[in-house]
């Protein structure tokens, strides 16, 4: 079964522009979460996508946007990058979301440069 | 104070050492997750506990509901388990979003 993959695994922007991530979860997952890692602040959960509907939303701005397709592939969305969103954005999916708990897979994760 | 303290931050052992990392939280939870981190990004899932402990390899995982505290064991330890080691729960209210600890570095010297 393939893992789950996130694409681009590197991008270079500069201030003020905009990006899309995607993640593809593992075949059957319908649950998919993402997530930010930076040095300072480690990781922090973004937001939680089951079935196409947005279930949890962490403490980030309204510059971070996601959503899921019928397939369960997830995109998200930065605008108007700042130096700080420059991080590891890293994508888990699993079967089951939020409450009902089941083990995260993770991808390797978009490595983020704003510049 | 953060909802997840891991202890120690960083630690450093000899090959065949039993490890020991330290999970503590501050709210309620439906589970906690154990992760590992290797130089590069990558991050394997090697636990989900609810309650108990549970057993895969070398590893070995419990959780104290009361005492809302959890442990990572590793037996026999090789130079193949430094990684850093990431506690997560997940809250049982609100949006039941996953919390993470600041990691334990975990060296393993041959």
């Known amino acids: 079964k393939a893992g789950v993959t996130q694409t681009p695994r590197y991008l270079i922007k500069t201030r003020g522009q905009q990006v899309t991530l995607s993640c593809s979860p593992i075949?059957?997952?319908?649950?998919v979460s993402w997530y930010q890692q930076t040095p300072g602040q480690g990781l922090q959960f973004l937001f939680e996508?089951?079935?196409?509907?947005?279930?949890n939303k962490g403490n980030f701005p309204g510059r971070f946007s996601g959503r899921q397709f019928s397939n369960s592939r997830s995109e998200m969305n930065v605008s108007t990058l700042e130096l700080g969103d420059s991080a590891l954005y890293l994508c888990?999916?699993?079967?089951?979301?939020?409450?009902?708990?089941?083990?995260?897979?993770f991808g390797n994760g978009t490595r983020l440069t704003v510049t | 104070k953060n909802e997840v303290e891991q202890s120690p931050q960083n630690l450093t052992a000899q090959e065949g050492e039993f490890i020991t990392i330290n999970c503590s939280y501050s709210v309620g939870i439906s589970a906690l997750h154990w992760l590992q981190q290797h130089p590069g990004g990558g991050i394997v899932s090697l636990f989900m506990?609810?309650?108990g402990k549970k057993k895969h390899g070398r590893l070995i995982a419990t959780i104290n509901i009361q005492e809302k505290h959890s442990s990572l064991h590793i037996t026999a330890s090789h130079p193949r388990d430094s990684a850093v080691y990431i506690c997560?729960?997940?809250?049982?209210?609100?949006?039941?979003?996953?919390?993470f600890g600041t990691g334990t570095r975990l060296t393993i010297i041959p």
């Open positions: 506990l609810s309650s």
């Open positions: 996508y089951f079935s196409e509907t947005q279930r």
């Open positions: 075949s059957g997952h319908r649950s």
């Open positions: 888990a999916s699993s079967s089951r979301g939020g409450g009902g708990n089941s083990p995260l897979h």
């Open positions: 997560a729960v997940r809250s049982n209210f609100g949006n039941e979003k996953l919390t």
